[in-house]
Nanobody, 129 residues
């Protein structure tokens, strides 16, 4: 499974960005997918995750501002980010893992992504004040 992110960039606080993650390779399985981010000097943290059935979960810091979604026909995962804040600045990574017991959006979003086997290369998001 290969993941390729796009859509990052530089915006001012209050602005919006939409990240995309194109999925290719062996995808004939049910997957849990997520967005994670890592700022310089900080640990990687979960942002949002979505199960194969569409059940989504969010980190408290982004609830009400970010929306995760997926288009199965296009094999693409999205992250719509609104009302961006300087503290949202980070490298954003898309991740995927086969949906087995213990891999659920509600739990993985609170972690660092150790459950995930497949990762993209990342896309930078910079929010200026």
């Amino acid at each position: 499974v290969q993941l390729v992110e796009s859509g990052g960039g530089s915006v001012q606080a209050g602005g919006s960005l939409r990240l995309s993650c194109e999925v290719s390779g062996y995808t004939d399985r049910n997957y849990c997918m997520g967005w994670f981010r890592q700022a310089p000097g900080k640990e990687r943290e979960g942002v949002a995750a979505i199960n194969d059935d569409g059940d989504a979960s969010y980190a408290d810091s982004v609830k009400g501002r970010f929306t995760i979604s997926k288009d199965n026909a296009k094999k693409t995962l999205y992250l719509q980010m609104n009302s961006l804040k300087p503290e949202d600045s980070a490298m954003y990574y898309c991740a995927a893992e086969v949906a087995v017991i213990g891999v659920d959006a509600r739990t993985v979003v609170d972690g660092s992504g150790s459950e995930f086997s497949y990762w993209g290369q990342g896309t930078q998001v910079t929010v200026s004040s």
